[in-house]
T-cell receptor, first 109, second 117 residues
Framework: QKEVEQNSGPLSVPEGAIASLNCTYSDRGSQSFFWYRQYSGKSPELIMSIYSNGDKEDGRFTAQLNKASQYVSLLIRDSQPSDSATYLCAVFNDYKLSFGAGTTVTVRA | GAVVSQHPSWVICKSGTSVKIECRSLDFQATTMFWYRQFPKQSLMLMATSNEGSKATYEQGVEKDKFLINHASLTLSTLTVTSAHPEDSSFYIC?????????????FGPGTRLTVL
C-alpha cells in the first residue's frame, strides 16, 4: 500500500467551478499535511498546510483534514485557467515528506 | 511564503565533469534541507537529507560518493554531482525546512535542470 494516495486524474473543470482533490494516507501518526502546486517544468509551490482536524481557508483554497479517516482534501473555488497544474498531496512522516502521485487539473476557459 | 533560491537554474556539462548546485534559504535559517530529483512525468524522488554541521543522510540507492552534499551554514547547502554522466541528466530540486509555531513546513527552491552531454 502506498503511503499517500490521491484520486486519479486528470481532472477537468470549467472556469468558475469548484475543483475537488482528495488524498488518503496510511501512517496514522502523521501530524503535518500539505498541498503543493506544480506547474509543468517548475518546482512545487506550497499552497496549503494543515495540522489539525477541520477546515482551513486561504483565499480560494480550502483544505480539510480528518485524522480519524486519514483523509485530506483540497477545494479550489472559482477555478481559473491559471490553476491548471499538478497538485501534490504531501504528508510529513518521521523526517521526510511522502508525496502522492499528483492530480493534474485542467481548468477549461 | 518563505523564499528558497537555487543556483544555477540550468547547466549543461560534458560527461565526466562535476557540477555544483547551491541551495539557499533567504529569509529563515534551515538546519535541515533536502535534495530531490525529478525525471519527466515522474514524481519527486528524495535523494538525501542535509543537516547543518553533520553528514548528509542518503536514501537507499543513492550513491553518496557521487552526490556530495555539504551543509556548511544555516542558510546554504550544496549538491555536487561528481563525474556526471548522461543518465544523471534530471531536474534537481532542493527544499528547506522551516519550523513554525504550528508545525513544520518545507519550501522548495526553483530547481536546477542538469543536462549532461
Amino acid at each position: 500500500q502506498k503511503e499517500v494516495e490521491q484520486n486519479s486524474g486528470p481532472l477537468s473543470v470549467p472556469e468558475g467551478a469548484i475543483a475537488s482533490l482528495n488524498c488518503t494516507y496510511s501512517d496514522r501518526g502523521s501530524q503535518s499535511f500539505f498541498w503543493y502546486r506544480q506547474y509543468s517544468g517548475k518546482s512545487p509551490e506550497l499552497i496549503m498546510s494543515i495540522y489539525s482536524n477541520g477546515d482551513k481557508e486561504d483565499g480560494r483554497f480550502t483544505a480539510q483534514l480528518n485524522k480519524a479517516s486519514q483523509y485530506v482534501s483540497l477545494l479550489i473555488r472559482d477555478s481559473q485557467p491559471s490553476d491548471s497544474a499538478t497538485y501534490l498531496c504531501a504528508v510529513f512522516n518521521d523526517y521526510k515528506l511522502s508525496f502522492g502521485a499528483g492530480t493534474t487539473v485542467t481548468v477549461r476557459a | 511564503g518563505a523564499v528558497v533560491s537555487q543556483h544555477p537554474s540550468w547547466v549543461i556539462c560534458k560527461s565526466g565533469t562535476s557540477v555544483k548546485i547551491e541551495c539557499r534559504s533567504l529569509d529563515f535559517q534551515a538546519t535541515t534541507m533536502f535534495w530531490y530529483r525529478q525525471f519527466p512525468k515522474q514524481s519527486l524522488m528524495l535523494m538525501a537529507t542535509s543537516n547543518e554541521g553533520s553528514k548528509a543522510t542518503y536514501e537507499q540507492g543513492v550513491e553518496k560518493d557521487k552526490f556530495l552534499i555539504n551543509h556548511a551554514s544555516l542558510t546554504l547547502s550544496t549538491l555536487t554531482v561528481t563525474s556526471a554522466h548522461p543518465e544523471d541528466s534530471s531536474f534537481y530540486i532542493c527544499s528547506a525546512l522551516n519550523r513554525l509555531a504550528e508545525g513544520r513546513v518545507e519550501y522548495f527552491g526553483p530547481g536546477t535542470r542538469l543536462t549532461v552531454l
